[in-house]
């Protein structure tokens, strides 16, 4: 009988020697972990359909930020949930709107903490949609300065990225300039570059409140069929001065990370959705996966396929898990 001249089991057969020869490890610093975030005080509901997400009002919301930092996360991505909503959203740019405040009230006790922030206007419109509305249409132009205004209110009050979210063409390009003429300069973008018409965000509609009220969002954002698409969408998103680009969702969409980072080789960021997020919690309360296991894995598979940045409710268990 002929033994292989090598054989890959050599280096599995030990913990210490897997780890030598990892190819991929997982680090607290990959992670953003979500928050929403809701008026009034002492405010924590739950997020049925997300189990362990809650709706935090802003004095709660730092109680939790506590944690976050001794578990060594690197920074959070703030949503705004709020009762006023409008056909323009206006409530996004409000100076004392719920998401400014919080970034003012976060920077002010942990100034440590990167802050990001939703720029988008669907869960402050009263028809569920991401842009102006007219006649059953969404319409791209007329957007744009309203996402540069939420973008530049969310600067002013301390935010370190803004990221838009709402897919329009030409808003990393407006909302760069409304920064810069504010004199915003150093405050990031990330970009939901490509992001899909997807399944997978059923439970953060209702987290965010942010359904549509008619028809679906299949005419902005990306058909879940295409790729290539998704790279001229992240060149473009570069182009117009994008310094983070993001795809969204990750798990069903490894391919397009890593076309994107192998691409471009910038930094990547790769949302893990509430579905998916949600898929695993409810497979682990059944008792049908290792929790554990199935979420670390699912996010070394996110870093492995190109992403520099993970966003993920799973991220304070990760971090929890990791220190192990």
């Known amino acids: 009988m002929n033994h292989p001249y090598y054989r890959p089991r050599r280096l599995r057969r030990t913990a210490a020697l897997r780890r030598l020869v990892r190819e991929t490890e997982l680090n607290v610093n990959d992670f953003l972990l979500p928050f929403f975030v809701v008026e009034g005080e002492g405010v924590k509901v739950p997020v049925e359909s997300m189990p362990g997400v809650y709706r935090y009002s802003v004095d709660r919301l730092l109680e939790e930020l506590a944690e976050v930092l001794e578990l060594g996360l690197p920074g959070i991505l703030l949503f705004g949930v ?28 942990y100034p440590q903490l990167v802050v990001a922030t939703d720029v988008c206007l669907c869960s402050y419109t009263d028809h569920g949609h991401c ?68 399944a997978f965000y059923g439970p953060f ?27 001229w969408e992240v060149e473009l998103d570069l182009e117009e001065g994008a310094d983070i680009v993001m795809v969204k969702p990750a798990l069903a969409y ?14 990547v960021a790769a949302y893990n959705v509430s579905g998916e997020y949600a898929m695993i919690k409810a497979a682990a309360k059944l008792g049908w996966l290792d929790e554990k296991a199935a979420v670390l894995e699912a996010l070394t598979a996110i870093k492995r396929a190109g992403a520099d940045v993970i966003i993920s409710y799973h991220a304070r268990e990760a971090a929890r898990w990791l220190a192990e």
């Open 82 to 109: 709020t009762e006023r909503k409008d056909p323009q959203g206006s409530e996004a740019w409000n100076k004392e709107g719920v998401v400014p405040r919080a970034v003012r009230a976060v920077k002010e006790r």
């Open 254 to 267: 490894l391919d397009v990370i890593r076309q994107v980072k192998d691409t471009f080789n910038r930094p």
């Open 131 to 198: 842009g102006v509305v007219e006649g059953g249409k969404i319409l791209n132009d007329p957007t744009l300065p309203l996402l540069s205004r939420v973008a530049v209110t969310h600067a002013e009050a301390g935010a370190d990225l803004v990221a838009p979210s709402d897919m329009m063409d030409g808003r990393v390009s407006a909302i760069r300039e409304a920064l810069d003429a504010a004199g915003f300069t150093e405050v990031g973008i990330m970009a939901y570059s490509a992001k899909y018409a997807s």
């Open 205 to 231: 509609r209702e987290a965010a409140e942010s359904a549509p009220r008619f028809g679906d969002r299949r005419s902005y954002q990306m058909d879940p069929a295409n790729a290539v698409e998704a790279l």
